[in-house]
């Protein structure tokens, strides 16, 4: 009953508080009447239940509305029990103890059979379980913490502070850009000027005339946003498998990143870049699980990257050669999973004007139609096709499964031509079998007879055959469970160092000019180090460090009427805590590396020793297993600079 | 007055009879103010207002019988008497009497318990409210009793055909319809009283499908901001349910103030004579206050700015009493460096930036500023030697004060309160920002210190024997070095705390919670000293005064309280408001209270007298958020409607409209000079607003407008100067640091 009561209670007050008319609404009779049989009060006249439910109504809706009023003044926007508790008490009614619930609404919802029910859920609990289950954590005490919302109007990009810019807005920037209004600002035009101080301020009153034109879009990162963009890529491609994954959980679920989309995106476009020449298999899968984190990010607008990031997965599916060995190595693993990364971006940002995914049908066609095409790329082609989903498998996959039969046949059956064909072959077959066979399933009215089989798709028919049986009865049991969401790395760990000074470099030197530390301090200008001087490296933090000095000496947000808030005051203290493995990390990375690096070509250069020698082969290689992945014209890779494979000179 | 009655009432002796009592009569009728500008009504009965208009009629009579009995049977021997003295005696004793009372609070609030006893009760029995009777509602009793009830609600008892109630409310809105547009929009006003009332009417003889039909035919017409209160009325349906209503009661007891211009009114009256429509002529003179002025029918948007309160507009009159709304002269504090007036000066340029000039500033501060009260009007404690100390403490930050402006916005220093888990309900900063304190939904108050300085208390009493007391540093040896942290709990309630004040000098805490009471709290021994009971429903809110000392606190009960720390019972009990005092200010120069409250109007209380000297009406919602300017002439007041309202104290008017937030606004403040107004809100966001220009852009000339109504332009957006929007954080308090730097703080609800 008390159940009953606090429900209706709450959802009586929300729905006041959701301003719905609720003039009429009044409890059925019958919930009198089960009510009264429940006390024992049997065959209640239909006048008393009337009586009784019009009387209920108007007192719950009393006491629902001065719940209301308790949790106006608790400033929060959830009604719980316990307002309700309180608005009992000043009506001098006993508070109804003992229902003090964490979930929001406490009941179930439940219907069938035309009934439907709400119930309480209360499970059965066995005592010795309570017992023996251990502790749970002591919640946390209340805490107070200090940020900056606001430094002298302008809003600075720190985690504390909401993401400067929602999705939306950063769609509306992308593609309406004359009405680009700066992030942490409000829309209005007055309050633009403000940061930029007098100048501005001048021009205020005469900008509504103006014809509005384009502003420079600025990407500035401050020191924080940097120092993650490090660590995050870091993470992401070191060797350290738990840092990975937070590095890519943040990646994922961070909503403040946008404005370091640009370059995750260059970073990722360009590793594959590099580690396609370079064969590094280990390397290519992390970074393709970047693309995924940052396609599970919610509050990233990707569509603007896109130009970049769908070449790179691209070229992770259909690459000629992913690895070193590849007789051993499963980069057919990446294979799949950029390919599920592939038919994921086709869901989601395929438009009628970009035409995504009829683009990439295409591309994997043409090149799966290539006679010349190795098993490898043709690997890919079939697997990116078949996870565009069953109507591309049916239209494009089945009618070609018999020249295909044909073709795997000849590797299979014929003279043992080559090792690798072979394999590759047989994961071809494996995976024509995995995809179509479900799909065959469906569109195919039983019975399975092998003959039929073999006469409509030729070699693989029979294999089919029994497949498409199993997918039956697996289809029957309901189990059919694919796990496509994780890519778990069945090669063996490639012994490769990341150097990790290469890619601390990658951000900044390469756009020297969008980095603005808030001291007015300017970066050092882009130069190519030289790789035996630790100097330059170290120049190039040198700013963070006087400017951290500076500050250290003030501490972290205490009271602020002491001190006058500053940009540096409130940025800095937290580099000076993260500096420190910044400064470490330079020398790590020198003499594990016998490459030069020119600062402004290397997102990640890792290479095995082993390896330098057959690299000027690989990389004369690098061009045409580009091309062979680059899609249309509109979307092909552009590069200014040669690969490279042109600067690079192993020692 | 005049006006009013000059259409309504032909005899003009009839009406000077009527003012006088009406002056003291307020005291008996729990609107105490309301009654003060009585309802110049001819009709026979004035039920509704019993008790207080002018005794004589036999209604009247009956209702302070029934008084009477119930409070013998509470066995409240001195408030009957007191009543029965006041009832008996003739109307010139009772105003001397009143005076007397006042005066004699004037004296000696504060100084000797014994006078301010007495002084209390008869404060008390004189809105025939104790709040130490047992009785089941003590501060809504007169409006509760039974007798009282019936009274009241006897008005409805007129007998008309209930299926003609329609027909004349579709009557009178053909009329209104039909009228020029000039007059439509003040007729219009008419609508929603006369519905309610109606309605009301119908339910009370229990023509429950009638009043049903009544309702669902014309309630979607009503003005939206009525939503709330239509509500309630729809979920009235019958007559017992009248009878506990607290709102429908309000609704009955006061009448309904409209402004109409005398065009306007004339031409109802016309109509409604015409039409021999009783019905509503009468409803309309019975339950509707009618203020009349001279001169041009107000607009739409003049009648929609103003509107919106449960009961209506102010009256003018309401608004017409003097206001010392300047400021007390700062004492004279000896100085390393020069005394200077700093507050004073605000809006005349920038007075700290030339302290070397001693000679100026010291003249300057020893003139009187004609708008501030006498420096003894209400008696304020003396300086302290540590207060003098903090004084030249904040003039020294004062000197470091950034000047803000539009081009020159504060920084913005949030702080949030982690793992709360929306259970944060008050905050509040002291003056210097040192400390930061927390009211909770579990009860718990709990103290951080912001500086590096910790909290720590003073030793117990056997330890504190072993100190030297002559030795210079005896207030730090008295500290208890082992006790220090960085935050104390404090322990003693047992409801949701939702006030929070600091005293000024930082010695102690009030605060106020759900179980009735308010705790003054000790920050030297951080434990509790006093439980104030008073108000035995939840106290919503409660300030000190920016002297310290007296403090002030609102609640559930509709009454707002005025208490002095070394008090156990309040000094003056503020009693109008129609629903809850949800938040109460103090003037910066102590001398006035201003109270938000759920009925929609912000009233603003002279402390020496009791008196209500401003209503403001106007916001749509309830009022939670209200802050004076520093330099103490306006008022800004937040509500759950999102708007800030900006009010002129001195002529009693709306002079400004903020829009932006979307949602409550739980907290105002105006930067140290006034410059700025920050407001911070349900919707995850502290807004700043051009305070200055807001203020400047006055015409003053339309102050003297008959309508009481200065011409509001739509230049929130020009006046709003940045928004900035925290991370899933309400923002519940807002503080400027005497250097200008805002501290906002809240609960992190993720």
């Known amino acids: 009953m008390e159940h009953l009561f606090i429900n209706l209670c709450l959802f009586l007050a929300m729905a006041e ?46 006491i629902a509305q001065d719940a209301l009023k308790f949790m106006h003044h608790g400033k929060r926007r959830k009604l719980t029990t316990s307002d309700i508790d309180n608005a009992l008490k000043l009506k001098n009614v006993e508070p109804l103890y003992g229902f003090q619930s964490q979930e929001f609404i406490p009941f179930r919802f439940a219907s069938g059979g035309g009934r439907e029910l709400h119930f309480y859920e209360e499970k059965e609990v066995d005592l010795s379980d309570i017992i023996n289950t251990p502790l749970p954590r002591v919640p946390l005490d209340v805490s107070l913490k200090a940020h900056w919302l606001s430094i002298e109007g302008v809003q600075p990009a720190i985690p504390e502070n909401p993401p400067p810019a929602p999705k939306e807005q950063q769609k509306i920037e992308s593609t309406e850009p004359l009405k680009v209004v700066k992030p942490g600002q409000d829309e209005e035009g007055t309050i633009q000027g403000k940061g930029q101080g007098a100048t501005n301020a001048d021009g205020k009153g005469k900008d509504k005339g103006l014809i509005r034109l384009k502003p420079r879009s600025t990407h500035e990162l401050s020191v924080e946003q940097q120092l993650y963009y490090k660590e ?99 980069h057919w693993a990446l294979r799949d999973f950029a390919a599920r990364l592939m038919a994921q971006s086709c869901k989601t940002f395929s438009t009628t004007t970009n035409n995504i995914q009829s683009r990439i049908t295409k591309t994997f066609t043409k090149s799966w139609l290539d006679d010349k095409t190795q098993w490898t790329t043709r690997y890919g082609c079939i697997a990116g096709l078949a996870e565009l989903g069953a109507d591309v498998i049916k239209t494009l996959i089945l009618p070609r499964l018999s020249v295909e039969g044909a073709r795997i046949k000849a590797v299979m059956e014929g003279p043992v031509v080559s090792n690798i064909d072979k394999i590759g072959a047989d994961h071809v077959q494996s995976l024509l079998l995995k995809h179509c066979a479900s799909v065959i399933a469906k569109i195919r009215p039983q019975p399975d007879n092998v003959e039929q089989y073999r006469i409509d798709y030729g070699y693989l028919g029979p294999m089919l055959c029994s497949h498409v049986m199993k997918a039956r009865t697996q289809a029957a049991l309901q189990a059919q469970q694919v796990n496509r969401t994780t890519l778990t790395i069945t090669q063996p760990r490639p012994t490769l160092t990341v150097s990790q000074g290469g890619l601390s470099g990658s951000a900044g030197p390469r756009t020297p000019s969008i980095i603005k530390v808030p001291s007015s301090l300017t970066l050092m200008s882009p130069r190519p180090g030289t790789p035996s001087q630790p100097s330059p490296p170290a120049t190039k933090y040198i700013v963070m460090a006087t400017s951290a000095g500076a500050a250290s000496t003030q501490q972290v947000i205490t009271i602020s009427s002491s001190q006058s808030p500053s940009p540096v005051t409130s940025t800095v203290p937290s580099v000076s805590s993260t500096l420190q493995p910044l400064v470490k990390l330079e020398p790590s990375g020198g003499p594990g590396l016998t490459s030069s690096r020119p600062l402004q070509k290397y997102i990640v250069v890792s290479l095995p020793s082993s390896a330098s020698s057959s690299l000027e082969t690989k990389s004369s290689v690098l061009p045409a297993s580009i091309s062979s992945t680059s899609l249309d014209a509109g979307m092909k890779l552009e590069r200014s600079e040669s690969p490279g494979a042109s600067t690079q000179s192993p020692h | 007055m005049a006006a009013v009655q000059g259409s309504l009432v032909e005899s003009v002796d009839k009406k000077d009879i009527k003012t006088e009592p009406s002056e003291d009569g307020g005291g008996n009728n729990n609107n105490a103010n309301d009654g003060k500008i009585l309802s110049p009504s001819p009709a026979p009965t004035t039920p509704a207002e019993g008790n207080s208009t002018a005794a004589g009629t036999s209604v009247d009579q009956q209702t302070l019988l029934a008084v009477l009995q119930f409070l013998k049977k509470n066995k409240l021997s001195e408030s009957v008497d007191i009543l029965r003295r006041e009832a008996g005696l003739p109307e010139d004793s009772l105003d001397s009497k009143g005076g007397d009372s006042s005066g004699e609070a004037t004296g000696d609030a504060g100084r000797s318990a014994d006078a301010d006893g007495a002084d209390a009760s008869s404060l008390l029995s004189r809105v025939t409210v104790s709040s130490s009777a047992v009785a089941p509602a003590p501060t809504k009793a007169p409006s509760e009793d039974q007798p009282d009830v019936n009274v009241v609600l006897s008005a409805y008892s007129q007998q008309g055909d209930p299926a003609l109630y329609e027909v004349y409310y579709k009557g009178l809105k053909k009329f209104i319809e039909s009228v020029l547009d000039c007059h439509r929009a003040e007729l219009s006003q008419v609508f929603y009283p006369l519905f309610v009332h109606m309605y009301l009417e119908l339910v009370y003889n229990s023509h429950e499908n009638e009043a049903k039909a009544f309702f669902d035919k014309f309630s979607g017409d009503q003005e939206c901001y009525y939503e709330d209160d239509l509500r309630v009325l729809s979920s009235l349906t019958k007559k017992e349910h009248m009878r506990g209503n607290e709102t429908l009661l309000d609704f009955r007891t006061s009448k309904f103030v409209l402004r109409i211009s005398r065009d306007s009114y004339q031409l109802l009256k016309r109509h409604l004579q015409e039409r021999q429509n009783n019905q509503i002529w009468n409803i309309i003179q019975e339950h509707l206050y009618i203020d009349i002025f001279d001169g041009m029918p107000r607009s739409k948007n003049q009648i929609d700015a103003m509107s919106g309160s449960l009961a209506g507009e102010a009256k003018r009159e309401a608004n017409k ?75 020294k930050e004062a000197t470091k004060r950034i000047r803000l402006g539009p081009d020159n916005l504060p920084s913005i220093c949030f702080y949030s309160f982690l ?241 932006g937030h979307t949602d409550t606004i739980y907290s105002l403040k105006f930067s140290r000079d006034g410059e700025i107004l920050a407001s911070g809100s349900m919707d995850n966001t502290v807004r700043l607003w051009d305070a200055m220009k807001a203020f400047d852009d006055l015409e003053t000339d339309d102050f003297t407008a008959a309508t009481g109504y200065i011409h509001l332009q739509d230049n929130s957006q020009e006046l709003l100067l940045g928004t900035y929007t925290s991370k899933s954080t309400t923002v519940i308090h807002l503080h400027f640091t005497r250097r200008n730097l805002l501290l906002t703080a809240g609960s992190y609800n993720p």
């Open chain 2, 321 to 395: 009493a003097k206001v010392y709304y300047g400021l007390l002269k700062e004492p004279e504090i000896e100085l390393p460096l020069d005394d200077e007036d700093e507050e004073a000066e605000n809006e005349e340029g920038k007075p700290k930036k030339k302290k070397p000039k001693k000679d100026s500033m010291g003249s300057k501060s020893k003139k009187q500023d004609p708008n501030a009260p006498s420096q003894t009007r209400i008696p304020l404690p003396e300086l302290k030697d540590s207060d003098k100390l903090d004084k030249i403490m904040y003039m």
């Open chain 1, 17 to 62: 508080e959701r301003r719905q008319k609720q003039c009429s609404v009044i409890l059925p009779t019958e919930s009198m009447k089960a009510m009264a049989e429940s006390v024992g009060v049997a065959q209640l006249q239909e006048e008393s239940c009337v009586t009784l439910s019009e009387e209920v109504s108007y007192r719950i809706k009393e």
């Open chain 2, 419 to 659: 793992n709360a888990y929306q259970g944060l309900t008050a905050v509040d900063f002291t003056d210097d920002s040192s400390l930061i304190a927390g009211g909770f939904a579990d009860s718990t108050v709990r103290v951080w210190s912001v500086t590096p300085k910790k909290l720590r208390k003073v030793k117990s009493a056997a330890d504190l024997n072993l100190i030297d007391k002559e030795s210079d540093d005896v207030l730090e040896r008295i500290m208890d070095e082992k006790t220090a942290s960085e935050s104390k709990i404090l322990y003693g309630h047992s409801g949701p705390v939702y006030g929070i004040s600091f005293s000024p000098d930082r010695n102690y805490l009030l605060s106020s919670s759900e179980d009735g009471t308010i705790r003054l709290w000790s920050l030297q021994t951080f434990t509790c000293l006093v439980g104030y009971k008073g108000h035995n429903y939840p106290v919503w809110d409660t300030q000190f005064s920016p002297h310290g000392y007296y403090f002030v606190s609102g609640g559930h009960d509709r009454v707002a309280r005025l208490w002095a720390t070394d008090h156990y019972q309040p000094l003056r009990m503020f009693s109008g408001h129609l629903a809850d005092v949800t938040c109460t200010r103090f003037h910066p120069n102590s001398n006035y209270v201003a109270t938000g409250s759920s009925d929609r109007t912000i009233r603003l209380w002279d402390v020496l007298s009791g008196n209500c000297v401003r209503i403001f009406t106007g916001h749509k919602g309830p009022i939670h958020a209200l802050a004076f300017s520093p330099n103490g002439k306006f008022l800004a007041s937040g509500a759950t409607d999102g708007r800030v309202l900006l009010w002129d104290i001195g002529h009693g008017l709306m002079v400004g409209e903020l829009k």
């Open chain 1, 232 to 330: 995050i890529t870091e993470a992401c491609v070191g060797s350290c498998e738990a840092k990975r994954a937070e590095a890519l959980q943040s990646i994922a679920t961070d909503p403040g990143l946008y404005q370091m989309l640009p370059r995750f995106s260059t970073f990722i476009s360009e590793g594959v870049r590099v580690n396609v020449v370079q064969n590094n298999l280990a390397l290519l899968i992390y970074l393709m699980r970047m693309v995924k984190a940052l396609m599970d990010n919610p509050t990233l607008y990707l569509e603007k990257y896109l130009h970049e990031l769908i070449p790179a997965v691209v070229t992770c599916i259909v690459s000629k050669q992913l690895c070193l060995r590849p007789d051993v190595d499963n």
